[in-house]
């Protein structure tokens, strides 16, 4: 009999998963300063780019630019390539998937991987509810909505709440992001240049104080909107862009029982805290808090364009034709999310776990006392370095880069670590190692 063809197919060079550092040219090289200097004139001057890196391949946690410089990737694509850069079983699925069915439109036909995914979707977070105390009798399922990206998600989320709730106004957190799409960003309030000349805003929303409960009550219930006019209250249970900060478990438990309390929906955007990188698929199992709506991208397919907007089923009464996208649940982005999926449960949770816990006590001992630093903390990989200033934090990622490390700022003055959730121990020293000599340089004792 053949070999299933997952595994009768070429593995893709795995060279450069095994490469080291090798930061051999100035910053950038040659031929991605070319590159960049034309791709500049015709790009859309709104991409940041923190930093000038041309790509030309990546595998496991490197990446390669087109000068031939060996990066070790601690920012994954912004949390994105959950699974590693071009994992082979990840690829494979794409691959099987584009040669027999690459689009059709999941808002009005039917094909296989869509059912699929919803259906491993609602097991997982019936897992979660399971593993929160939930009694089997009052979990009545879950329902997605797939799309392309995190804000889709987000904004599904905005209007299944209103929909099911027929009720306005919406409650986010200054700190939180949810996206840049009108909806969304009238939610995001984490830094003002990504609201600044885009208003007027949605109406009726309202912002209270990241990890404190009771201001929802004290700062909007009293004095700005009734909760009997709220749909929903939108959270990252681990805020991301906003900083990469774990809140106290009270936080989440009062928002839920703020939300109980007034039939409001409690919406937890996972959508970077999500799908492994805190060490279980969901951010909000640390906290044993389930909320009615959970949102879903970026590590969700590896880095193919897919988001979920998960809810229980008796939130999801909206009614055929309300929603929908063209190609949102693409079925090649699935092949890729039951891929991922698969390996999350296999292996990445817990190697999430067990490198993130040992990564993070690394990152403790080696900076203990560095003057650029004040405090490490994080869940899983999702780990976040707090700065004395934010000048230091720019000045750290930028020195990391030029050591042949890859990591991002979050929040005022943190550097957000986010590594492929295959990263192994000796990686996670390498890491460790390059990112205290940039902090160590960077405000010398
Ligand atoms: N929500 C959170 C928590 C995010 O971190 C992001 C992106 O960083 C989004 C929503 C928006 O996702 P996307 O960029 O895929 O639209």
Redesign the pocket.
Known sequence: MSAPAKASRPAPPGDLARRKVSVQTPLPGPRAREMIASAMTVMSPSLIHVYPLMVERAAGCMVEDVDGNVFLDCQAG??TASTGHCHPRVAAAIQEQAERLIHICGTDFHYPGYGALCAKLAALAGKMQEKAGVPEASRDGWQTFLTN??????EAAIKIARHHTKRAHLVAFRG??????MG?LSL?ASKSKYRKHFGPMLAGVHHATYGDASSVERELFTRTVGPEEVAAIFV?PVL??GGYVVPPREFLTGLRELCDKHGILLVF?????GMGRTGTIFAAEHFGVVPDVI?L??GLASGM?L?AMMAQRRFMTWPSGSHGSTCGGNPVCIAAALATIELLESELLANSRTVGASFKKLLQTQLQGVPAVEEVRGLGLMIGVEMRTAALAEAVADDCYHRGLLVLECGEKAIRLSPPLIIDETQAAEAVEIFAAACRAAAPA
Do not use: I, L
């Open positions: 912004v949390a990206s995190g804000t889709e998600g987000v939180g992001f949810h996206g840049r799409s969304s995001t990252e991301g862009e955007d996972e959508v970077q805290s949102v991208a970026k364009p988001g």
